[in-house]
C-alpha cells in the first residue's frame, strides 16, 4: 500500500491507497481566500501574529537555545517544551510560504534551519534541552520530558517546510533525527520499548512517511501506538526503577493523563491530558488510514463518539478541568471554569480531520466547524497579538483574580504552545476547507476563495464566493478546464434545518443526493456552472444534555455555525440574573461597525433589580423582575473590548416575567 | 472596670462592668437538656464523639507527645497543629464535666494535664513540637507555625477545665505560659511586637484574664489585636528577614491570609482564611467588651455585616474557597466547590454570640442559628463517629472525586480541626441558649431544658418544652423561688412570620415589648408562670441576592431554621435538571422514621428525560418536561444514607412545565 498523499509538493497518488483513506486534504498552495469572513482573519495571523511569534521565540531564548551555549549557572536554560514552540512557527511560516511567498520569512526560518543542522549530534539525536542542559538524561523520562513531543513537532514543521518551500535541509535533518529514534525504540531486543508521556510523534511520523515514502517511519509510529498502556511491566514503571524511583504498587490511574492506563484499544473514554489525548487519536486515525487497521480505527470512532457526546463544550472546547488541562467525567463540563485549552480545541480539530478523510460524514465536519468558529477563533485576539490558553465559557472577572486566572488575552506563556498552534492552523485552513477523493471534490467549510484541483490530467478550479457564517448563501462556481464528470460534495451543516441548492438557477431536490451529510453531486460539470447554496440561519436557542448539571434551564444562543454570549460591557454586569423568557423574539442583524464587523443578537431579557435589597443577602419575598434589552455577540469575539463578565449559557424562563406570588414579610436577612 | 464573667466556677459578677458588656452566658452547669432535638445529639457527642476523638487523639499520637521523646529520625513527629486539637478535646471533655460528672473522663484529662506539667519548660513555654522538634525555633514563624494559635487553645482548655471542675493544676500551667508569652511580646524594648499567624489566642487570653481577674491577660490580648497588620515595618517581613528570607517589596496581599494586610480598625471586608478571620473577630469583640473600646466594636460590626450580607452561605457556611479555605470576594458563593469549613462555620457562632451578648439584637442570634442548625450539624454524622471538614451545598460525587475532595465524613483528619471544636460546642451548647443581664434572662434559642439563673440572691428556673425546630411551639415555665420582677427577653426568629406568644393562656400584644428581635418581657414573675410561643413554620422558599450567580433563578427551602436539601437517595441523580414551579405546593411532615426522625418536605417538580436524547449532546430542540416527586430532607442530615448527589439550590421555574414552542429538526448533535 502507498499513501496517495503527496509525497512532493507538486502532486497527490491516488493509484493505490487504502480503503480506509477515501481522500487528502486539498494542497496548501492550491487554495486562497480573499474577502469574506477568513481572508482579513489570516492576513492578520500571516502579517502580525507570524511576526509577534518569531520576536518572542527571539526575545525569549527560544531561537539562540539551538546554538546550544547556554551553561550550567547562567539564567533561561533551554526548556524542555521550547523546540516545540519554535516548531510550530516554522510550520506556520511553512504553510505561509506555501500560499503567499515571503523572501524574509523564508530567510528567518533558513536562518533556524542552519542553527539546528549544526546543533544536531553525530547520531542524529536533537532536542535543545538534552544537548545543553542535561545530556546524560536522553530518553530517561519519557513520561515527563517530552523529548519525542519535541521531535514530532520538529518533524511536522520539517514536513511542512519542505513542501511549502522544496527545500530538504530541514528534512534532511529530522529524517536523521527520525532515523535515530527508530534506532532507540522498537521491539527489536537492545531497544526500548517506550513511547512519549505527551503524544505528538506518531502523526509526526505519518506525515514524514507520506512526504517521503519510507515505510519504517510509519512502522515507528504504529510501534508507539501500539505499545502505549501495555504493561510487560509497564514502560513508565520500567524507567521510573531505572531513575531510581520506586513507582509502588501498580496502578493505572497514574498514567491516565498520559493516556498510558490502557492499551489504546481498550480505551473507550477521552481520558487525561486533552491535547496528549487528541494528539494520540489524531495519530491513530492516520495510521490506521494508512495501515487499513480496523481495530484501529474502531478505537478511533470510540473515542470520537465519547469526547463529541459526551466531554465537549459547545463552543468545541475540549478538556474541562484546570488540574492536569485534563477531561474528567462525562457531561462535567463546567462554565466558569472550564479550561478548555486552545491547543487542545485545535487537536478536536486535527482528529475531526482526519475522520473526515477516512470518511466524509459531516458529524465529523460539524465539530470542526464548530471547534474552528468558537473555542478556535476564541484562542486570538481580532489584532492577532494576544491569546488565550484557556477558553472558558462564563467569566466572572474577580472569580479569575481570585483563583489567580487571567481575565485577559495574553502575549506570551511560560508554555507558549498554543499561539503558534493557532497560526499553524490558520495558516493551513485550505486543507480543512476541501479534500479530493478520485474523482471527487469534498467541500467541508465555506469560506470565500479559489481551490485549485488536479483531476486526472484534468485541472478543476473552485470559486467560492459567500459571506458564511454572516450570511445564509454561498456561491460555488466550478470551472474544470473542459467539461468533466466527477462528484462534488457539499457539506450540509447539521445546524441547518432546510438548506437549498441551486445548479444554473435549477433548484436541486437534495435528498436522493444525501450521504452521511454530504450532498454528492456526480455529474458532468461544464466550465462556469454556478452552484448556490441557501442555509437559513434563525437564532437558535441549544439546549445541554440534562446530566450536563451546570447548563440545566439554560440555553446557549447559536446562528449558523456560531455561538454567541453575553458580555457585561453589553449587558452591564450580574449576568447570570438574567433570564430570557421562552417567548423573547430574538433579532440578528450584521452591525459593520462592531468588532470588524458581526452579527448581533438582540432581544428583551428580565432581571432582578439589586437596589431594591436592602443588604439582604437571603429573603424570602419573591422577587419582580424588569425587562431588559439584550445583546450577544458572537463568542469567539468576546474580551476584545474590555474585561468583564461573560456568559454563554443564559438562563430561560417559560414565562414573561412578574414576581412570585408572595406578599412582602419582616423577613431580616 | 471588672468582668463580670464569673471569675470562679460559683457565680456572675455584674457589679461594674462596662457599658458594652450587657450579659453574660449561662452558667454551663446550670443548663441541662432532656428530651427534644438537642439532648440525644448532645448525649451522641458525650458518649460516642469524645470517647471516639480520645481514643482517635490517643492513636495518632497526639497525646504521647507530651512525653516529649520524640528523636529526629523517628517518624510521625509532633505537629505544629497538634496542641489544639488535644486542648480543643479537653475543653469538650471539660463541658461535658460541667454539666455530667464522669470519673473515667476526669482521669483521661488529669493524665494529660500529669504530662503537660512536666513537659513545661522552666520558663513556662509549653508546645510539643517545638520542644520536641525544633527546640531552637521557638517564636521564630508567628506567621506560620502556630504557637499562639496552639497556646490559646490550651488556655481555652485550662480555663474550661478549671470552671468545670475546680481543678486548678492545668489552668496554673497555663498562666505559667501566658506569664512567659507576656515576657516575650508588648511593646516593651526587648519585647517581639508580633502575633499569631492563626487568630486564637486574642480570645483564649480574655477567658484567661476573666478566669483569673488579671488584667495583664486582657492587656496582652488586646496588644496582639492592636500590632495586627501594622506598618514599622510590618512584623511577618522582619521576622521572615530574621530567619534569612527576603520578603521582597511590600505587598500588602501577602498577609490578607493573616488578616495582617491592614490594622484590623481598618479592615471592612472579612478576609483571607475564615477560621483565623472569625477567631479574630471574636476576639476583638471580646477585648472590645472587656475594655469598652468603641473603635474594636465598630470594626466588628462592620466586619460582621460584611460577612453575613455578603460572604455567608443560607447554611451560614462561611469561607467559600478551597484553596487558601477562605473568604474571596463579597457574593461569591459557589455551591459545589464551597470550602465552608466546620471550624469557620463554628467561629461566626462564636463571633454571633459576642455581640450578642454586648448586644442583644436577635440578627446576632439568627445568624447564630442558622448556622448551628444547618453549617455546623452537618459537619458531624447522625451517629457521632464521623466528621466533615468541608460543607457543601452541592455535591455531584464524580465532581468531587475527579478534584481529590472526600464524597463522605470522614473518621478524622491530618488536620483535626474540626471533629473537637463540634464536640466542645456541642458541650457548651448551654452557654448559647441563654444569657443572663443584669435582671433580665434572655432566651437566644429554643431547645427544651431546664436552666438555672441566680438572681440577685434569689434563684429562677425556666423549664423548655419544646420539639423546636421541627415543631412550631415551645413552651417555657418560669420558676423564680418567689415573685419577683425582671425581664424575661425571648429571641423572635427572624425567619418567622407571624410569632404568638400567651402568658399562662392569655395572648400578649407584642409590637410594644419588641426592641431588636427580642420580645422583652417585664413583669412580676410568679412560680409556675407558663409562656407559651408559635412559630408558624411553613416552607419557605428563600432567594439569594442578585449577585450570588450560583444560585440566579434558583430558591432554597426552609422551614423555621432548617435548610434543605435534595439528596440523590430520594430524587434519582441529576438533581440540577429538576426544577420547581412556583405553584408548586409543599408539604411538610414528621417523620419518626427517617433518620431518627425528622421533618421532610415534599411536593412535585419538573424535569428531562436523559433517555430521550439518543446520545446527543447540545440540540435545538426544546425537551419536554415530566411531573416528578420531589422529597427534601434536612441540610445537615444529608450523607448519612450513602453518598450521592446532593443540592440546596433548587431552580425554580414560574409555570408548571412542557416544552418549548419549537419543532423537532435533522440537527446532527
Known sequence: MKSPYPSTPQRHDFAAHPTTLKRVPAL???VSFNGGFWAPRLETNRRVTLSTEYRLCKQTGHIDAWKLNWKPGQPNPPHIFWDSDLAKWIEAAAYSLATHPDRMLEKRVDGVVDLMAKAQAPDGYLNTHFLAVEPAKRWTNLRDCHELYCAGHL????????????????LDVLCRYADHIDSVFGREKG???????HEEVELALVKLYRATGKRRYLKLAKFFIDERGRRFPHYFDLEAKARGKDPGKWNAERYRPHQAHLPVRAQTKLAGHAVRALYLCSGMADVAAETGDRTLLAACKRLWQNVTSQRMYITGGVGSAHAGERFTFDYDLPNESAYAETCANIALV??????????????????????????????????????????PLAQHPDAFRSSNWVTERQKWFGCACCPPNIAR?????????????????????????????????RAVRLTQR????????????????APMKFTLSLRIPGWCRRTAIRINGKP?????????????????????????????????????????????????????PIVYCLEEIDNRANLDDICLPRSSRLTAKFNPRLLNGAVVITGQGLRRNPARWDGQLYRMEASKTKSVALKAIPYFLWNNRKPGEMLVWIREVNSAGGGRRRTASGYRG
Chains 1, 2 share one sequence.
Open 508 to 560: 436541486l431536490s437534495l435528498r436522493p443526493l444525501m450521504r452521511k451529510g454530504y450532498a454528492r453531486i456526480r455529474r458532468r460539470w461544464k466550465p462556469g456552472d454556478r452552484v448556490e447554496l441557501t442555509f437559513p440561519m434563525p437564532v437558535e436557542r441549544i439546549e445541554a444534555h440534562p446530566a450536563v448539571r451546570m447548563d440545566c434551564g439554560r440555553v446557549a444562543l447559536q446562528r449558523g
Open 28 to 30: 496548501l498552495k492550491n
Open 466 to 481: 459567500t459571506e458564511y457564517p454572516w450570511q445564509e448563501t454561498a456561491e460555488i462556481s466550478v470551472n474544470p478546464d
Open 350 to 391: 486535527f482528529f475531526a480531520q482526519r475522520l473526515l478523510n477516512i470518511e466524509a460524514d459531516a458529524r465529523y465536519a460539524d465539530v470542526m466547524e464548530r471547534t474552528l468558529y468558537n473555542g478556535v477563533l476564541s484562542g486570538v485576539s481580532l489584532d492577532g497579538k494576544r491569546f488565550f490558553y484557556v477558553n
Open 425 to 457: 492552523l490558520f495558516a493551513s485552513l485550505g486543507q480543512y476547507v476541501y479534500s479530493q477523493g478520485p474523482n471527487e471534490i469534498t467541500v467541508h467549510l465555506y469560506a470565500q476563495g479559489i481551490a485549485r484541483f488536479k483531476m486526472g490530467n
Open 191 to 197: 531497544k526500548k520499548r517506550g513511547y512519549c508521556g
Open 155 to 170: 518533524i511536522e514543521g520539517a514536513v511542512a517546510y519542505y513542501q511549502a518551500t522544496g527545500k530538504k535541509k530541514m
